[in-house]
């Protein structure tokens, strides 16, 4: 072997290991239900004694994957597997969050590497290591690569800076939930880990850990903390906002909901309406389940840990199932002729908009500029035809992706049109293309495809497969058109005519009157 692989080797293996290595003095906390404490170093010995998640211990000397650690008047020994020490709880591994739908997984950071697995949007992983673009995952034993623009690394334990941040800018919440605590009552924690403290104090000595939605005793309040029973004769104050109270007479800071929404991005804003100029209640980060009271829109009215509802977007979370998205009403069939889109669904997606111009040509032709007018165009011809048009945009604004997925989801689209122009750094190439991404897709992007070529006198570049979101991320049938290249200075001259979108149109229009009369 050579001497650069063992020191790879070497290396992943400190790397993998580094929270089972404990030195020979200080303390450790539990990492497991239940710790069994024996009288030696090794399986074998006898039980003498056994620990909880959270409790903290002593450590006097080591023995291979064995610690020494004070037990009462006496000593014991436990598995160093199972704890972690407490300097090394500030630098766990980290845990991602996977923000689209089948994001593959590769053997190396380069989209030519071969798939070896996949990960749901909201679907969690363990971080290995990172590159600029790419993260490296660990996940049910098998280890490999994601592109990191689409996922999002998890937060997983408050820090006394964080806690304190949310004190202050929390206050009123925080007040209510302490105002709140009686007697037979229980305090359930609801983030990943919560320090337990001597004192109500966040500068008062920890005494354990507590995890999410563990349950503990509440014994008394002091402001905006509260006091827990550990078990054991053991007791420590928990800052009462990372939790809630739940028992006889906190049954109203109850919602019970047997649907949940998964955000997908860290600072995601939770608002007090429906409507993205709304005050922001708070702010939470990836990987935090939240309880659904109701649908509102694109929006879902979420219960809050202080009692309260706020609202948050549909775009910036996953249900976690596909039930939620499918529970739409009924839509009102309508006969259909042969020639006619009577009874059909159409959103249309104008690319870009906004702050996001899409691509410049090379005569200063705006993509954002021209996609809007060919889709109002488009609009009229398909109505014009009987079908129900749904429009992403309808002026210059911008519209998140996954936003516009939402709408298609929403209108239960029978067909979901993206318009694009596209470009090119070598401004010789030229010509139309028409996307899919999903196999279930690609006869829609043919029948379109072979409707603009009847239509339009500029090179077909054919129906083709592309990984695009608006495309991966929809349920319903998509395709996205790239209607030219604006990097061709030739070309962009017949885009931005008139004529060529009167003539673009109609032959999208007659790629979908192929499609719905040949699915008859």
């Known amino acids: 072997m050579k001497i650069w ?17 404990i030195a ?44 020494e650690i004070r037990l009462g008047a006496s000593t014991g020994w436990i598995a160093s597997w199972l704890v972690t020490s407490e300097e090394s709880l500030d630098n766990q591994p980290k845990n991602i969050i996977s923000k689209v739908n089948a994001l593959n997984i590769r053997t190396e950071p380069s989209i030519n590497a071969a798939i070896i697995g996949q990960l749901s949007a909201g679907e969690e992983a363990l971080m290995t290591g990172q590159t600029d673009k790419w993260v490296a995952i660990q996940k049910n ?6 592109y990191a623009d689409y996922v999002t690394e998890l937060v997983h334990q408050q820090t006394e800076k964080e806690e304190k941040i949310e004190s202050e800018s929390r206050e009123k919440s925080v007040e209510k ?56 004769k053991k007791s420590g104050w928990v800052y009462s906002f990372h939790g809630y109270l739940t028992g006889k007479k906190d049954d109203s800071l109850r919602h019970d909901s047997k649907t949940t929404v998964t955000v997908l991005t860290n600072g995601t804003n939770i608002r007090s309406s429906a409507t993205t100029a709304s005050e ?48 739409e009403q009924p839509k009102n069939t309508v006969a259909r002729a042969a020639g006619t889109l009577n009874g059909l669904t159409i959103v249309i997606d104008a690319g870009h908009g906004g702050n996001d111009r899409g691509t410049t040509g090379s005569r200063g032709t705006d993509e954002k500029d021209l996609t809007l007018l060919t889709t109002e165009l488009l609009s009229a011809k398909l109505r014009a035809a009987g079908a129900n048009v749904v ?15 939402s709408i298609g989801h929403q209108a239960q689209a029978d067909a979901f049109i993206s318009v694009h122009y596209d470009a090119n750094l070598d401004s010789s190439v030229t010509g139309f293309t028409t996307y899919y991404t999903q ?30 979101l608006v495309l991966r991320e929809n349920k319903q049938n998509a395709v996205l058109i790239e209607l030219g290249f604006l990097s061709n200075p030739s070309e962009e001259r017949i885009l931005k005519t008139d004529l060529f979108r009167e003539q673009a149109t109609h032959g999208i229009y007659q790629g979908l009157l192929e499609y719905f009369d040949g699915s008859q």
């Open 280 to 327: 922001i209640v708070t702010r939470v980060n990836a990987g935090k389940r939240l309880p659904v009271v109701k649908e509102d829109g694109d929006w879902y009215e979420i219960a809050l840990e202080s009692g309260d509802t706020a609202f948050i977007a549909k775009w910036v979370v996953t249900t976690g199932d596909e039930e939620l998205q499918k529970k």
């Open 141 to 146: 034993g098998i280890d490999g690569w994601v």
């Open 5 to 21: 692989t063992i020191v790879a080797v070497l290396t992943l293996a400190i790397f993998y290991n580094q929270s089972v290595i």
């Open 177 to 232: 939930i302490a105002s709140n605590v009686e007697q037979d009552q229980l305090f359930t924690v609801s983030v990943d880990a919560l320090n337990v403290r001597k004192k109500a104090d966040l500068k008062a000595k920890k005494v354990g850990l507590v995890h999410k939605d563990e349950s503990y005793s509440v014994i008394e309040s002091d402001g905006n903390w509260v006091r827990i029973d550990l078990g054991k």
């Open 391 to 405: 429009m992403t945009r309808e002026s210059d604004t911008y519209v998140s992706l996954r936003k516009r997925v």
């Open 439 to 468: 196999t279930s897709q690609k006869s829609l992007a043919e029948a379109i495809n072979n409707g603009l070529d009847g239509a339009i006198n500029i090179r077909n570049r054919g129906a083709q497969p592309a990984d695009f």
């Open 24 to 67: 020979n003095s200080g303390t450790a906390v539990v990492n497991t239900a239940s710790l069994n404490v024996r009288s030696g170093p090794g399986l074998t010995y006898p039980v003498i004694g056994s620990m909880k998640r959270g409790e903290s211990v002593d450590i006097l000397s080591t023995s291979n994957d064995w610690l």
